[in-house]
């Protein structure tokens, strides 16, 4: 597609719930990102890929988080046994190169809501 | 330890009323210095990208400056449809982004 997307766009569950969060990213963008943003804040790093290799989880703030990028293209963010304090809008970024001098492209980020 | 900090956090202008945002970073061997604009419910929108000190971007009613301390986005003559807030984000290594809190601005016609 002409940019990336992400779904859902909304998510609600209880807690105790598994969630799985898609990133579809732009064609051929070798670098991947996953974000945590509160309401009022920056994005916070969560986790990187280049291509289909994690190379930086160090973001993800407990091992109830779990990402993948098996193919090199579509990520998935999986969040188990959710807690309230996981409620936040997700956004899932690429950019085309992997040295940190290219711009990223976000998507509309998934609002997840754990009551 | 690498940090981006803009201010103000938050800026009402009239229509037509003129201001600069401003983001200070320190971070070591910059990469780039991005800007982007994010609407309420949206990803953020990316709007410029400098990668030395003395470098100038324009894009209709923006500019973006850059300084080995900070970066400057300047407004020019806004208008109500340039609500919206504004984050910035310096790169140190390959992939680290680091980004500032946003200045949310409210241009009032």
């Known amino acids: 597609g002409a940019g990336v997307s992400q779904s859902p766009r909304y998510k609600v569950a209880k807690r105790g719930q598994d969630v799985a969060l898609r990133c579809d990213p732009i064609s051929g963008h070798v670098s991947l990102f996953w974000y945590q943003q509160a309401l009022g804040q920056g994005p916070e790093f969560l986790t990187y890929?280049?291509?289909?290799?994690?190379?930086?989880k160090s973001g993800l703030p407990s091992d109830r988080f779990f990402a993948e990028r098996p193919e090199g293209s579509v990520s998935t963010l999986k969040i188990q046994r959710t807690q309230q304090e996981d409620s936040a809008v997700y956004l899932c970024a690429s950019s085309a190169g992997g040295r940190g001098n290219q711009p990223q492209h976000f998507g509309d980020g998934t609002r997840l809501s754990i009551l | 330890e690498d940090q981006v900090t803009q201010s103000p956090e938050a800026l009402r202008l009239q229509e037509g009323e003129s201001s600069s945002l401003n983001c200070s970073y320190t971070v070591s061997g910059l990469r780039g210095l991005f800007w982007y604009r994010q609407d309420p419910g949206k990803g953020p929108e990316f709007l410029f990208t400098?990668?030395?000190a003395g470098e100038e971007k324009e894009k209709e009613r923006l500019k973006a400056t850059l300084t080995k301390k900070e970066s400057f986005l300047h407004i020019t003559a806004p208008k109500p449809e340039d609500s919206a807030t504004y984050l910035c984000?310096?790169?140190?290594?390959?992939?680290?982004?680091?980004f500032g809190t946003g200045t949310r601005l409210k241009v009032l016609a």
């Open positions: 400098l990668y030395s």
């Open positions: 890929f280049q291509n289909e290799a994690q190379l930086d």
């Open positions: 984000a310096a790169t140190s290594g390959t992939y680290k982004y680091i």
